[in-house]
Each structure stands twice: as C-alpha cells, then as structure tokens.
C-alpha cells in the first residue's frame, strides 16, 4: 500500500488554465506538506498543514491555494498557471512537524 | 533561514569507494535528516540524528553532527551503482510551526 500516493503524476497545461494536484496519506500523519523541486533539484516548502490548519505559508503566490478535506488530504489548487509554475511538486507527510517525511512520487507539472 | 547546504554539489566515485557528503546549516536544530532520491522519483527517508547524538549507523550508512559547527555528514561505505541518486539533508527546528528545511542536495554517481 502507497504511504502517500499524488496524482496525478504528470500534468500538461496551457498557461491561464487552473488546475488540482491531489495527495492523500494513510500513515494517521498529522502533518501535511506541498514542496516545490525546481529544474536545479532544489526543494522549496510551499505549505504546511497540522491537523487541518495552516500553520506556514510561504511566499507563494496567492494562484496557489491548497485545501484539506480531512487530516488525510492535503490537495493543492493552481489558478491562472504561468510558465514558471513549471516544476515538479510532491506532497510529503510527517508526524509532527520534527519527524520523518513521507513523499509522494511526484506531479511533474508543465505549463506550456 | 537554516537551510541545509549540501557540499560537494556533484561527486563521481568507483564502486567499492566510500562517498562523503556534508552539510551545514545556520541555526538551532531539533535533528537533522538525510533524504535520498532517485531520478525521477520521491524522496526517501535515510536516517534522523538527533541534536544530542554525535553518530548514527544504519547499514552501510554512517551520519555525523557536529552540532558546534552547526554540520553533518553522511558517509556511505563500499558504494554500488545502486547508491547513483541524490542526497539531501533536512533541518528540522526547535521552533514550533517550522516544517522541515531542505538543502540543494549532492548528486552522486557511482560508476561500476
């Protein structure tokens, strides 16, 4: 069984499109999080959810929008893509905001 | 910031050769992390130190802190081809409401 499991896994789009990625973890986590991989391989924090609060938000445009249904699902909301969304995101779940990080394999996101 | 800085960024060993990786980063930590990722996929968990453990073993996987010169270093030993992926540490901190940091990572390539 996938621990944390997003999809979907790749993403094509033209630019002004919305669009949701999903992530779903069957760990009992109570932290979720959505990170950023540019094309250097560096990884970004963009949201952090505990226990169905945000408690970091970084300073992401306000395009994006992530959304909990449950402690289980942290799916993250694009409005009006642009190029430079272009990246890879993972979803990644911890117990606390200390402990282990699972990821998902991915969403390879394009904007064309 | 406390993100972690991976040093060297590339590194190109022989199997059978031990790789060292190191990283520093900038403030208090709670522990620190070490992640791996294949090409192409999410990252996985290695091994979490402790800001009060000096040395951690899993494997062929040897981790070090040096909490006075705020750095870690992960040594892996008798390398494979298998290990070929990069390695990132992670800074999680004693402030609340602070996620997991990551650094840029260190691309090793392990030649049979």
């Known amino acids: 069984d996938t621990a944390v499991s997003q999809t979907p896994k790749y993403l094509v789009t033209q630019m002004g499109n919305d669009k949701s990625i999903k992530c779903e973890q069957n760990l009992g986590h109570d932290t979720m999080y959505w990170y950023k991989q540019d094309s250097k391989k560096f990884l970004k924090i963009m949201f952090s959810?505990?226990?169905?609060?945000?408690?970091i938000n970084e300073t992401v445009p306000n395009r994006f929008s992530p959304k909990s249904p449950d402690k289980a699902h942290l799916n993250l909301h694009i409005n009006s893509l642009e190029l430079g969304d272009s990246a890879v995101y993972f979803c990644?779940?911890?117990?606390?905001?200390?402990?282990?990080?699972?990821f998902g394999q991915g969403t390879r996101l394009t904007v064309v | 910031s406390q993100q972690g800085e991976e040093d060297p960024q590339a590194l190109s060993i022989q199997e059978g050769e031990n790789a060292t990786m190191n990283c520093s980063y900038k403030t208090s930590i709670n522990n620190l992390q070490w992640y791996r990722q294949n090409s192409g996929r999410g990252l996985v968990h290695l091994i979490l130190i402790r800001s009060n453990e000096r040395e951690k073993h899993s494997g062929r996987l040897r981790v070090t802190l040096d909490t006075s010169k705020k750095s870690s270093s992960l040594l892996i030993t008798a390398s494979r081809a298998a290990d070929t992926a990069s390695y990132f540490c992670a800074t999680a901190s004693n402030s609340g409401n602070t996620p997991l940091v990551f650094g840029k990572g260190t691309r090793l390539s392990v030649i049979a």
């Open positions: 959810y505990n226990n169905k609060e945000l408690i």
């Open positions: 990644a779940s911890s117990q606390g905001e200390r402990g282990l990080a699972f």
